[in-house]
């Protein structure tokens, strides 16, 4: 009853996780040094805002994983970003929110998009749905993101302006890495996991799209991907268990 389950799509490409925002809550998680019980559950749908991760702890679920992190810390007095001055804390939120908002419309972009990212998508509905209905599936599950990205805006632009504008992102955070092991301090801060969260998967990911290959290019933003997976993830940083239960299919709503 007091375990604390996290509910995260499944782990692929080396990483714990494919979700972004699972992969900051998961990161902040083993830093915090909170055990947690990991759930792999690829339908978002099922989680109480319909998005990925999850929480279930004390009977009760919840969703996102800022407020997540915002609950769990209170409760357990931690706060990964103690002693940051307030200029750090407000490049840290300027940060989180550009990748997360805006770099992440990129991820969602290349994935559910773009050809090399949708046939990696038909691949994992392939694996768990019935053959007749899996070109279905991932087509549902693509068009849906598309209608996403159109509504936030960046379905809106070509090809060549996505690719740009992410370049661009990755630009500014190769150039605020200079002579730096992480983005605001010496250590991981909150701005670190959420970052981390946006761009890992990308650098990881064996697909061909444009801005996943450019990343991999940067070799400041590599190192910091490596540096990140070594302190936030190594098996002596995870207090964890995991199980499998509800991969029947790819990340829908
Ligand atoms: N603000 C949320 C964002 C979570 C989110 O966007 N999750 C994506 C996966 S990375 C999702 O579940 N998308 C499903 C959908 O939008 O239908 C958080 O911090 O957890």
């Not at 994983?65 to 990964?80: A, E, P, T």
């Not at 972009?109 to 599936?137: D, N, R, Y």
């Not at 996505?162 to 010496?186: C, N, P, Q, W």
């Amino acid at each position: 009853m007091n375990e604390l389950k996290v509910f995260t799509f499944a782990e692929d490409w080396g990483l714990p996780t494919t979700g972004p925002f699972a992969l900051k809550l998961l990161g902040w998680l083993n830093l915090a040094k909170i055990p947690y019980h990991q759930v792999f559950e690829n339908r978002s749908g099922k989680g109480p805002s319909g998005k990925s991760p999850w929480i279930e702890f004390e009977g009760q679920r919840m969703g996102d994983s800022q407020r997540i992190i915002q609950f769990l810390g209170q409760r357990h007095n931690i706060d990964l970003d103690q002693g940051l001055t307030a200029e750090q804390r407000a490049q840290s939120v300027l940060r989180r929110r550009c990748f997360e908002e805006g770099f992440h419309q990129v991820l969602e972009w290349e994935l559910f998009v773009h050809p090399a990212g949708k046939g990696f998508i038909q691949k994992v509905v392939a694996e768990s749905a019935p053959p007749v209905i899996s070109k279905m599936v991932s087509f549902s599950i693509c068009r849906h993101f598309e209608k996403q990205l159109q509504a936030r805006g960046l379905g809106r632009y070509n090809p060549a302006e996505v690719e740009h504008i992410g370049r661009a992102d990755l630009d500014a955070l190769s150039t605020l890495l200079t002579g730096r092991r992480f983005l605001v301090d010496d250590q991981p801060r909150l701005v670190d996991l959420a970052v981390f969260g946006q761009v890992a998967p990308m650098l990881c990911w064996p697909m061909k799209t444009p801005v996943a290959e450019y990343a991999k290019t940067l070799p400041r933003v590599r190192t910091w991907v490596e540096n990140m997976r070594t302190v936030c993830f190594s098996e002596s940083a995870v207090l964890h268990s995991s199980d499998t239960p509800g991969q029947e299919s790819a990340a829908q709503s």
